[in-house]
């Protein structure tokens, strides 16, 4: 948290410091040179995009290029979180990726029903989950052209 | 007149007295003369007024008659006028008769044309007797039937009443049906509940440490490997292996569950194009032996297209799979008719396996070949199994060790 919280592009929110860890080392290791942000629940994510709270010093409406969002947290869900960004106009056009581990079919309909922008299943074998991470960075870093 | 006689005579007398002696005689005829006279005097006097009297009456009679002619000359007036009256009269009747001559004739028509009619109703009622007759003896026999069929309604009634105690116990039993039926229902979904948060623990929770595991081992391979000698850097792909399959398990076994609960959508599915899909996918992610394939012409099925693709690229992969080890074999896809169902069939000439151990082949997890020749979880045959029993159909294979075996499935090709 000593992380400075300005000029982010992406905003990591995941509560398994394992799944943290795996995933920001897949991002650096992907050649990912964009600042990178992890929160660790759903409460912080959206403090963090409204400017509340620990982040009432961040500069307001300055959202980031991308946010991964893990599914299952504690306090506010993956799905809240995704909800609340998702039917508000100024950060409904924020790319949102939901990482999870869960191949559950309803939270796969929920989250598209609620304007997700991608869904990745973490695999479990480590060769994957790197190409997984790497290619969602590339993507949505590089690739994707957003409204602005 | 008279009494200047009687006084003469008086004179006579009194000169006579003288004589008297001698006339005493004489006197005494004479005073009887005298009465005489007398008498028929009175006699005279009262004629006469008897006389007075009728001739009264004759004038009374007189007047009366004239007071008659009077009246009967206001009698004859009043006859005259009733005399033209009468034949005023007459004239009116002689129009009313000629009229009631007409209406006679007119009558005499009708009466000659009642008379037929009166004979067509005379026929027509002896007709009816005839009907009447019939229907008399139609009565009896109805009459007959009638009864017969009151005591088959009482004998119904009797049975009715049993059949209403049969059906009051069954409804009652019905309703404790239903009601277990109703718990058990709650209970079911209560289970079902209940497994899917534990699949979805499974899911989220038991992969997420295996990653983890896969994860950390990898960086000390990656970071640490040079501080490893060739026994170590064996283990550490063994973990990496072994948690690899571990959540290749918990997948599968994932998928096993959801399918259980995954409603089946029949549409009609095109086996043709389904089958050249499936074969073009596993043969872009397949690499090395590839067998030939020989595919029929497939009819139609109803059926999950999304399911019945699953059943396909299991049955297939597997065909490719045990047969890389064999050079040059084929793979027959084809389909024949029987009892109403379509039954298709994937045919390799690969491994094949020991008939022994059929009843364990569609089995969750089970496996016929060591992970060394030919990997898997063992849980394809029993997702394919599962899918076309949902489907209301049967799956079932034959084998021959090192030959080859033949996976067969049945599909209703109309809707169920």
Redesign the interface.
């Known amino acids: 948290m000593d992380y400075d919280y300005d000029n982010v592009e992406i905003l990591f929110v995941e509560d ?1 410091i ?2 943290a860890a ?1 995933t920001i ?1 897949a991002l650096n290791k992907s050649g990912s040179t964009n600042k990178l942000y992890h929160v660790k629940d759903g409460a912080a994510a959206l403090d963090f995009i409204y400017c509340r709270g620990d982040f009432e010093n961040r500069k307001p409406k300055e959202f980031p290029k991308l946010i991964l969002l893990d ?2 947290m504690p306090k506010i869900s993956g799905i809240q979180v995704l909800e609340k960004l998702k039917s508000d106009p100024e950060t409904k056009s924020i790319p949102i990726v939901m990482l ?6 309803p939270d796969i309909e929920k989250c598209f029903s609620l304007g997700v922008n991608s869904y990745i299943v ?6 994957n ?2 190409k997984a991470i790497k290619e969602i960075g590339l993507y949505w870093m590089v690739t994707s052209q957003s409204p602005n | 007149m008279k009494k200047e006689d009687s006084a003469k005579l008086i004179i006579a007398n009194k000169e006579g007295a003288s004589q008297f002696n001698e006339n005493e005689t004489l006197a005494a005829e004479l005073v009887i003369a005298n009465k005489e006279l007398d008498f028929r005097n009175e006699e005279k006097e009262n004629r006469a007024a008897e006389l007075i009297i009728a001739n009264k009456e004759l004038i009374f009679q007189n007047e009366e008659k004239e007071n008659r002619a009077a009246e009967l000359i206001i009698a004859n007036k009043e006859l005259a006028f009733q005399n033209e009256e009468r034949a005023h009269r007459a004239a009116e009747l002689i129009i009313a008769n000629k009229e009631l001559i007409f209406q006679n004739e007119e009558k005499e028509k009708r009466a000659s044309e009642l008379i037929i009619a009166n004979k067509e109703l005379a026929f027509q009622n002896e007709e009816k007797g005839k009907r009447a007759e019939e229907l008399n003896i139609a009565n009896k026999e109805l009459a007959f039937q009638n009864r017969e069929k009151e005591k088959r309604a009482n004998e119904l009634l009797i049975a009715n009443s049993a059949l209403k105690v049969a059906q009051d116990n069954i409804r009652k039993l019905n309703d404790e049906l239903e009601q277990k039926v109703i718990e058990r229902t709650a209970q079911l979904e209560a289970v079902n509940k209940e497994l899917e948060s534990f699949s979805y623990s499974v899911s989220h929770d038991l992969r997420a440490p295996i990653r983890a595991i896969n994860g950390y081992t990898k960086i000390i391979a990656e970071d640490y490997g040079d501080k490893f000698d060739a026994d170590g850097i064996k283990i550490l792909q063994s973990v990496m292996n072994n948690s690899k399959k571990m959540g290749e398990l918990i997948d599968d076994l994932l998928a096993f569950s959801k399918l259980g609960r995954k409603s089946v959508a029949f549409a009609d599915i095109d086996m043709v194009e389904l089958v050249a899909t499936v074969r073009e996918e596993l043969l872009f992610e397949g690499d090395g032996n590839i067998p030939d394939f020989k595919i029929a012409a497939l009819p139609a099925a109803k059926g999950d297209k999304s399911l019945i693709k699953q059943v396909w690229v299991n049955l297939i992969s597997n065909a490719i799979k045990y047969a890389s080890h064999k050079k040059n074999t084929t793979i027959t896809i084809d389909s024949y008719t029987k009892d109403k169902l379509n039954v298709y069939y994937v045919k390799d000439e690969g491994a094949g396996f020991d008939m022994q151990y059929y009843d364990k082949l569609f089995g969750v997890f089970q496996r016929l070949h060591s992970q060394e020749e030919f990997e898997g979880t063992g849980i394809g045959l029993a997702i394919v199994q599962k899918i076309i029993n949902k489907h209301n159909g049967t799956v079932w294979a034959e084998s021959t060790l090192n030959i080859g075996s033949c996976f067969y499935f049945s599909l209703n090709h109309t809707t169920n």
């Open positions: 398994s394992d799944d795996l080392r599914l299952k999870t581990s869960s191949n559950e079919g973490k695999p479990v074998d480590s060769d989950f790197f």
